[in-house]
């Protein structure tokens, strides 16, 4: 039973496109995340939620808008795709009690822009 | 402008042996510090981690060292076993729920 899961986890789609990648958590944990890892292999926080509300926006274009329903969903949306949004996207998740920084990621989306 | 780097992309040791992964950072205020472990098509995954105000914490066979001064941190893992052949990511917090990570350098473990 996957504790945080990513659909789909491979998008290979054209310039110009909007897409949506979403993720659900089972671990009952208060925050979740959206990551983005680069060429270069950097793993770079977009987006964090804490109870459905917003709490880290990193300077992410406003294309990016993430989604989240209730707390256990993170949903992400991309508008007018562009060639440097190829990524690999991971959603995380965590619990706000006592953190200490561990966070659960999902398998990754794998987004391929052409 | 990068905080939190890992110089080393890639490193070969032999089963058995010890590794030894470094990271350095350039925030003083990081407070937290962590290890994850990436297998190929799979989520980093949470290996161990340190508070600043120790120097070091050990699990099993993986110890890590904080050195703050040379704002710099260590990951040893004696006996290298096959299995922790992986990307390793070195990654820092400030205070609540923002990690920064560095890029991975990926072990390998020959037999």
């Known amino acids: 039973d996957t504790a945080v899961s990513q659909t789909p986890k491979y998008l290979v789609t054209q310039m110009g496109n909007d897409k949506s990648i979403k993720c659900e958590q089972n671990?009952?944990?208060?925050?979740m995340y959206w990551y983005k890892q680069d060429s270069k292999k950097f793993l770079k926080i977009m987006f964090s939620?804490?109870?459905?509300?917003?709490?880290i926006n990193e300077t992410v274009p406003n294309r990016f808008s993430p989604k989240s329903p209730d707390k256990a969903h993170l949903n992400l949306h991309i508008n007018s795709l562009e060639l440097g949004d190829s990524a690999v996207y991971f959603c995380a998740s965590s619990s706000a009690i006592g953190y200490t920084g561990e966070l659960f990621f999902g398998e990754g989306s794998r987004l391929t822009v052409l | 402008d990068q905080q939190v780097k890992q110089n080393s992309p890639s490193l070969s040791v032999q089963e058995g042996r010890i590794s030894i992964l470094n990271c350095d950072y350039t925030n003083s205020m990081f407070d937290y510090f962590l290890w994850y472990k990436k297998y190929p098509a799979e989520g980093p995954t949470f290996l161990i981690s340190i508070s600043s105000i120790k120097d070091k914490n050990e699990d099993g066979r993986f110890t890590v060292f904080l050195n703050k001064s040379a704002k710099h941190l260590s990951l040893h893992i004696v006996p290298s076993q096959p299995g922790d052949s992986a990307v390793y990511f070195c990654a820092a917090s400030e205070g609540a729920q923002k990690l920064v990570f560095g890029q991975g350098t990926r072990l390998t473990i020959n037999p």
């Open positions: 939620y804490n109870n459905k509300e917003l709490i």
């Open positions: 671990l009952g944990h208060d925050t």
